[in-house]
């Protein structure tokens, strides 16, 4: 890979918040951009742009928002499509976590055998039969494996297939999520695991399963409420016992380490919850995320750079004393 290739995704449609179309621009202004440049040749392609989310004239009786995440998701799949991905990495910044279905299936049309990790305190994989909210954030993986229809996503024609999936970081699951996550043996490591088994050791395990030869490209779908609730303010469905920060910063150096991680989606970093130091530090502590994880990439074994974000939220979290 020589380059990064940034889009920014402000995709709402997925829950009632709206703040979180404001990431993409607030990231940018926090210096994403140049922080990359840094690391390596990056290139902004601008924004996926949506419609603002409109009154639905007639409420669907599953999927909030259904016609504008059908749609929306699928324009996110049409644009990754046409992208040359073969020599850059990708950075989907959201936006909420129903554009993974969008980026995913878009990403399915580069590389079929795509292996993704989902990192997030939920499951995200309600169908809207089982979904106790009707907030499409929580349903894009239901979509993706091929487990829900819906008249908005018809256009749906690539599969994910379970085996590909893994879990990391999960707490707050639903009780048809369960239900998908056991019928189709998806791989599953909650915090407790991670801290048990260590994280290296967890996301090796789980690669080596997924992909036995280590020969398929990965993906890594990162929710920014798989942070401990104390860890991170501004995102919209917070969740406690998280894992902790090291771990999660280990996890994405060991995806970067293996050489195949090609492309990351950050969603549901929401500047419009929490005080302005809290939106601050959860700014800080995610461009930190991204710029670890990539300078990873590109720079494998080579020394990491202090992270002062990562020890202002260790010190104002009161969860490592
Ligand atoms: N991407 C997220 N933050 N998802 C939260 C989903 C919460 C809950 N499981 C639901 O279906 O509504
Ligand atoms: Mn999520």
């Not at 969603?267 to 929490?274: C, T, Y």
């Not at 461009?287 to 994880?293: G, H, K, M, S």
């Amino acid at each position: 890979m020589k380059d990064i290739k940034v889009i920014g995704i402000p995709f709402d449609f997925g829950q009632d918040h709206i703040g979180v179309r404001l990431a993409p621009h607030v990231l940018r202004e926090a210096n994403l951009i140049p922080r990359l440049q840094n690391i390596v040749k990056t290139e902004d392609l601008g924004d996926i742009i949506f419609p603002f989310k409109l009154v639905e004239a007639k409420k669907d009786k599953y999927i909030k928002h259904s016609l504008g995440a059908g749609l929306g998701t699928k324009a996110i799949s049409d644009r990754l499509e046409e992208e040359d991905l073969s020599k850059s990495f990708l950075l989907n910044v959201g936006g909420d976590h129903g554009l993974g279905l969008g980026t995913i299936h878009g990403l399915l049309s580069h590389h079929p055998e795509s292996v993704v990790v989902w990192a997030d305190a939920h499951g995200d994989i309600n169908t809207p039969e089982t979904s106790p909210s009707g907030n499409f954030h929580g349903m894009p993986l239901a979509f993706l494996l091929g487990l829900s229809q819906h008249p908005h996503f018809g256009w749906i024609r690539r599969k994910l297939l379970p085996n590909k999936l893994i879990f990391f970081g999960p707490r707050d699951l639903d009780e048809g999520e369960k239900d998908i996550i056991a019928r189709h043996n998806i791989q599953y490591y909650s915090s407790e695991d991670i801290n048990r088994l260590g994280a290296k050791e967890v996301i090796e395990m789980a690669l080596h399963k997924a992909d036995p030869f280590g020969i398929c490209p990965i993906h890594l779908s990162f929710d920014v409420d798989v942070f401990d609730q104390m860890d991170i303010d501004s995102t919209g469905t917070k969740v406690p016992y998280g894992p902790k920060l090291e771990e999660l910063f280990l996890m994405g150096g060991v995806l970067a380490e293996t050489g195949r991680l090609k492309s990351m989606d950050l969603v549901e970093l929401n500047p419009q919850i929490g005080d302005a130091a809290s939106v601050e530090r959860s700014i800080a502590l995610v461009l930190e995320f991204v710029e670890a994880t990539l300078g990873q990439v590109f720079h494998a074994g080579k020394e990491k750079k202090p992270m002062p974000a990562m020890l202002e939220a260790r010190t104002t979290s009161g969860r490592y004393l």
